[in-house]
């Protein structure tokens, strides 16, 4: 079964992921923990991504559907997967739903969270290099300043958490996905979740939609 987790960059989507995976035992595929993978073992692919996320672009539909077909594939029919990131655009989508029963998407998850918001929590995020691990610059700091709790990895801000690299994804964000969540309404298989407030209520909002399934 495969649930889609959206909202816009900075809702939390990726946070509330790892969670749900930790605890529920839920698998959590995203395309950008596929595209690190691809990256650190600096493959073909990986080499690509790594050049256009640098310039704060997005990666090709191509490139990502590659990626994520790998990891989609090696699931068992049992699995909850927990698709974080994707899609983010109708050809995606439509895409996804090439791949076959066995990969339909039962419900879209939508994490709503305001623009002014967003902004605030993205130009203080912070990202481990080594492991993908989130900070915050005022809300959740690393214990010793710029370096990973868990693996010891340099904490930095990622070129396209800039603040004008925020706006711009912001945009494309708002440009792309719109007609996605569109797309799986007509499907009647969107449900929204506030993403503002605590991150235990959040989750506690999230299992009970996801539980209900
Ligand atoms: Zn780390």
Redesign the pocket.
């Known amino acids: 079964m495969i649930i889609v987790l959206t909202g816009a960059p900075g809702a939390g989507k990726g946070t509330q992921a790892e969670l749900l995976a930790k605890r529920e035992g839920y698998r959590k595929v995203s395309t950008g923990d596929a595209l690190r993978k691809h990256v650190k073992l600096g493959t073909q692919i990986g080499k690509v991504a790594h050049s256009i996320m640098e310039r704060g672009e997005l990666v090709s539909d191509e490139i990502l559907f590659k990626v994520l077909k790998e990891e989609l594939l090696t699931s068992a029919p049992e699995d909850v997967v927990l698709l974080d990131g994707y899609p983010r655009n109708i050809d995606q989508a439509r895409t996804l739903d090439s791949l076959g029963d066995a990969q339909r998407v039962k419900a879209v998850v939508q994490l709503e969270v305001p623009r002014a918001e967003l902004i605030a929590r993205l130009s203080g995020r912070r990202v481990?290099g080594?492991?993908?691990?989130t900070y915050h610059q005022t809300e959740n700091p690393p214990t010793r300043a710029g370096i990973?709790d868990?693996?010891?990895?340099t904490v930095a801000q990622r070129v396209d958490d800039r603040p004008e690299a925020v706006a711009v994804r912001l945009d494309v964000y708002v440009r792309s996905t719109a007609p996605v969540v569109q797309y799986y309404r007509e499907k009647g298989l969107v449900k929204q979740v506030s993403g503002v407030g605590e991150l235990e209520s959040i989750y506690k909002d999230l299992r009970g939609v996801i539980g209900a399934l």
Do not use: E, F, P, V
């Not at 080594?130 to 691990?133: I, L, N, T």
């Not at 868990?150 to 990895?153: D, E, I, N, Q, R």
């Open positions: 481990c080594g492991c993908g691990a990973c868990k693996c010891g990895g």
